[in-house]
């Protein structure tokens, strides 16, 4: 079946350090959101890229969606304390109305 | 405040036993969208409404139900609730039918505890 694959599971970086998650559909999406969900929060909006290619920034976030339009990635520098949460990618495809979810990539920030 | 806006926060019940979760959406919205979280775990799709009428169906067991009604609120039915029932369960809200460009508000959530 349809499917988005989010790697890796967890990480767990110093404060300071660079984080990245990876998602892969397995087939070609129309778009692709990301969402940040804090511990004991619920999931917010981040960003929706459309475009084949497509690059957006926000402040220390850098997302970007693949050429072939089946895989996006995440990626923060130096992360902060405020990072921690776990952050889901979710996929629409052409063919139907439904956001395909990634598992989710848990950011830890080791004391 | 999301707009989204879920009852009850906190539920304590039984196994064997029927719950109602209520969702009112974001202002304008008009799709409701449920999914379960389980600990620590990813979101489950479990069911889309649109405008009043069913639009898609995750993984939502047979014991489960869902309606959303002309003022647009919805509700989720549980019922002979078993121990793996306990979970958050997330109401989300959008204002489009899930066309490819839909951005979901999601609710507080609302955590079930079956003992």
């Known amino acids: 079946g349809q499917q988005v694959m989010q790697i890796p599971q967890y990480q767990h970086v110093q404060e300071g350090e660079d984080f990245t998650t990876y998602c892969n559909s397995s087939?070609?999406?129309?778009?692709i959101q990301w969402y940040k969900q804090r511990p004991g929060g619920h999931p917010v909006f981040l960003i929706q890229?459309?475009?084949s290619g497509e690059v957006k920034k926000q402040k220390r976030l850098t997302f970007q969606f693949g050429e072939a339009k089946k895989n996006s990635s995440l990626h923060i520098t130096a992360t902060q304390t405020t990072d921690v949460g776990t952050y889901f990618c979710?996929?629409?495809?052409?063919?139907?109305?439904?956001?395909?979810w990634g598992a989710g990539t848990k950011l830890i920030i080791k004391p | 405040d999301s707009g989204v806006t879920q009852t009850p926060k906190h539920l304590i019940t039984a196994t064997g036993q029927r719950v109602t979760l209520r969702c009112s959406p974001r202002?304008?919205?008009?799709?409701v969208y449920w999914y379960q979280q389980s600990l620590d775990q990813g979101l489950q799709f479990l069911i889309q409404?649109?405008?009043?009428?069913?639009?898609a169906k995750g993984n939502i067991l047979e014991r489960f139900s869902a309606q959303q009604f002309p003022d647009l609120h919805s509700e989720l039915n549980l019922s002979s609730l078993e121990l793996g029932d306990s979970a958050l369960y997330f109401c989300?809200?959008?204002?489009?039918?899930?066309?490819?460009?839909?951005?979901?508000?999601f609710g507080a959530g609302s955590r079930l505890t079956v003992l």
């Open positions: 087939t070609t999406l129309s778009n």
């Open positions: 979710a996929g629409n495809q052409d063919s139907n109305y439904q956001l395909i």
């Open positions: 409404y649109y405008n009043g009428e069913e639009r």
């Open positions: 890229l459309v475009k």
């Open positions: 989300a809200s959008s204002p489009h039918p899930s066309t490819g460009a839909n951005v979901l508000t």
């Open positions: 202002s304008g919205d008009l799709s």
